[in-house]
T-cell receptor
Framework: GESVGLHLPTLSVQEGDNSIINCAYS??????FIWYKQESGKGPQFIID?????DKRQGQRVTVLLNKTVKHLSLQIAATQPGDSAVYFC????????????FGAGTTVTVRA | DTGVSQDPRHKITKRGQNVTFRCDPI?????LYWYRQTLGQGPEFLTY????????KSRLLSDRFSAERPKGSFSTLEIQRTEQGDSAMYLC??????????????FGPGTRLLVL
């Protein structure tokens, strides 16, 4: 079965508002998580990652939160812009998986002007 | 551009034909990965190389699929006797030497295959 899953397949957000994309994982051994952004016709673009020894990590306009207790992570995008419209994937890895990333199905984010 | 590159970007072929895709990783990255992505789904792992050695193959990689990385630089993925079910986006990624299984994988733009 799927080791990571997204809560909502689509998200519509007003330009300028904050976006929150949620992801759940099932294996407590998962200890490395990555968020990717994929625009139509392009490959996944790395946004931010987090290791299980952290609860929060911030980048430019993005924050990833990791809650190991409930096996949940989220990606927050501040002041969402039209260029943020894309499909967002969370991916996970763990030592037993070696280098094989496991991806969820993706959340499509649409930014309304 | 120093990112991962893939060629061709699009390929249309008839069922039964062979196709070959090429991937050039980020220079100095020693690990190279192939993933497949179907519409509406996340990428699925196919295989990966460390330098020229192919270390892991998914069950998704049937006998009709073969991947090579002869000199530890670029890689090719060949599909023989293509079937309509092979239609997908084939993604290549690479990663460097620093983080083990926790190192970031950077993806190329993909090759979209359509088998008629």
């Amino acid at each position: 079965g799927e080791s990571v899953g997204l809560h909502l397949p689509t998200l519509s957000v007003q330009e300028g508002d904050n976006s929150i994309i949620n992801c759940a994982y099932s294996n407590s051994a998962s200890d490395y998580f990555i968020w990717y952004k994929q625009e139509s016709g392009k490959g996944p673009q790395f946004i931010i990652d987090i290791r299980s020894n952290m609860d929060k990590r911030q980048g430019q306009r993005v924050t990833v939160l990791l809650n190991k207790t409930v096996k949940h992570l989220s990606l927050q995008i501040a002041a969402t812009q039209p260029g943020d419209s894309a499909v967002y994937f969370c991916a996970e890895n763990r030592r037993s998986n070696d280098y094989k990333l496991s991806f969820g199905a993706g959340t499509t984010v649409t930014v309304r002007a | 551009d120093t990112g991962v590159s893939q060629d061709p970007r699009h390929k249309i072929t008839k069922r039964g034909q062979n196709v070959t895709f090429r991937c050039d990783p980020i220079s100095e990255h020693n690990r190279l990965y192939w993933y497949r992505q179907t519409l509406g789904q996340g990428p699925e792992f196919l295989t990966y190389f460390q330098n020229e050695a192919q270390l892991e193959k998914s069950r998704l990689l049937s006998d009709r699929f073969s991947a090579e990385r002869p000199k530890g630089s670029f890689s090719t993925l060949e599909i023989q006797r293509t079937e309509q079910g092979d239609s997908a986006m084939y993604l290549c990624a690479s990663s460097g030497r620093t983080g083990g299984y926790q190192e970031t994988q950077y993806f190329g733009p993909g090759t979209r295959l359509l088998v008629l």
